[in-house]
């Protein structure tokens, strides 16, 4: 099958490198490459491509770029390509809907094999890629594992307010007490907190709260009150 794909970036660096490593790729037929969000979409609507490579850090190609992009076309996929991301910029993509994680600094066909094989319905993840997301509790090979979709990850209000919880140090009966809860009904919220949020354990989930706002990195630092 031939590949229908689309560059997405601001650097014209960047984008000179890309085509010209997916202009040799046999498989890959470059349909366009767009150096903002509003072309991005408007190419995605013409042409229907396969896969958008992008650079997910770069202004205006963030998170609500990569759902817009989704909305304008179900069968595309989004592979991003950036400088080493952190693991929140990893989650931030993989939440917002990109199937795929490679680094620019990947070999030629690395950056190929990230574009067919996302193409014909895998996950790729590069190496580097996948040792921050380990490092980070989060549970790859569940992931990896798990059919593709593109269903944004959804945190019910109560489940926020768990998390919450979580992060301050609460025991499942204090929050239980402050919530008019069962204790089992809490560490079910927890379970399916960490299902969403693909983490295997409460530190993870603790980091998950301190990187999206649900609590101040400052009270690890004076809080010592149990």
Known sequence: ?????????????????????????GRVQLVGVARDAVAMEAMIVRHKPHVVLLDHTAEGFGPKAIREGLKRSRTTKFVSITTDP??????????????????????????????????????FFCGKVLDVLRKASFDVERFLEEPLSCAPMVLSDRECQVITLIAEGKSYTRIAEEL??????????RRNIMQKLGVNNTAAVVLYAVKNGFISPNKFLFDRTA
Do not use: N, P
């Not at 099958?1 to 040799?24: F, N, P």
């Not at 994680?101 to 996950?123: F, L, N, P, W």
């Not at 008019?180 to 809490?186: C, K, P, R, W």
């Open 1 to 25: 099958m031939i590949v229908r794909t689309l560059i997405a970036d601001h650097s014209e660096l960047a984008l000179i490198g890309l085509r010209t490593i997916l202009s040799e790729a």
């Open 86 to 123: 952190s693991t929140a910029t990893l989650m931030a993509a993989i939440r917002a809907g990109v199937t795929s994680y490679i680094r620019k600094d990947c070999d030629v066909q690395e950056i190929i094999d990230s574009v067919t094989h996302t193409a014909d319905g895998q996950k």
């Open 180 to 189: 008019h809860l069962s204790a089992h009904t809490v560490i079910a919220h």
